[in-house]
């Protein structure tokens, strides 16, 4: 396709993101972070790789969502050379497909019939799923596994965002906080995003990936762009 310069530039290559297909990523932090940023971005490298993806906005109107990819795309053409923007542009509108969910209203089975719908009309078909939005206070570990079981089933990889709350201290022993600290086993990746005086650190809590290289635990959001950057 002619962007693996793109992919090999991303920081995000030292989480060996093509490593972990079909399995599931969770980014967590407090309010107002950026987790959307970082899933879009796991999104577009994703992309730029070939794959197809499924954004799922829970709570949040579509427009909004495509205004994320759209500032994103931006920064990418503005910071890195790619000879016909616009045929970049044109392929990332092909390759996602984004959805939006009331928050009343997304569970397993309605988002098993909308992937299913998509996936057997031939409208769509994804290799990767990112969810942002879930709320994971009244999840409990059996409603996760189900949602993984079908996940897998459907050989997607698959990355949620979670709020974390500075009032609930609860932690997992692996250092995942509440209210995911009694489900992070079901993620191969988990990433907590924490904010230091002028940049939001990307902890790497979990990452059951041996290709992982050391460089992961020196990733930062970049605050004037919300990219990821390597912390030089």
Known sequence: MGYEPLVKKNPLRVLNLAGNDKKMGLIMARAG?????????IALDSILRGKRVVHISIGENLEKTKLWYDDMLEIILQECSVAKP???????????????????????????????????????KPDCVVIDGFDFTNMDHEDLEDIN??????????????????????VSPSGVPAPCHELDDLFETVVLLK???EY??????????????????????DPATMMVKKDD
Do not use: P, Y
Request: proline share 0%.
């Open 195 to 197: 904010s230091e005086q």
């Open 149 to 170: 079981n079908l996940m897998e089933s459907l050989r997607l990889q698959t990355w949620f965002s979670a709020t974390s709350h500075r009032e609930d201290d609860r």
């Open 33 to 41: 972070l950026g987790k959307t940023a970082l899933l879009v971005q």
């Open 200 to 221: 939001v650190q990307l902890e790497i809590i979990r990452h059951n990936s041996d290709a992982c290289s050391g460089d992961a635990h020196h990733l930062i959001l």
């Open 86 to 124: 616009h045929e970049l542009i044109d392929m990332v509108q092909r390759h996602r497909m984004i959805m939006s969910f009331k928050e009343s209203a997304f569970n397993r089975a309605r988002l098993e019939e909308r992937l299913n719908d998509m996936i057997l009309q031939d409208i769509f």
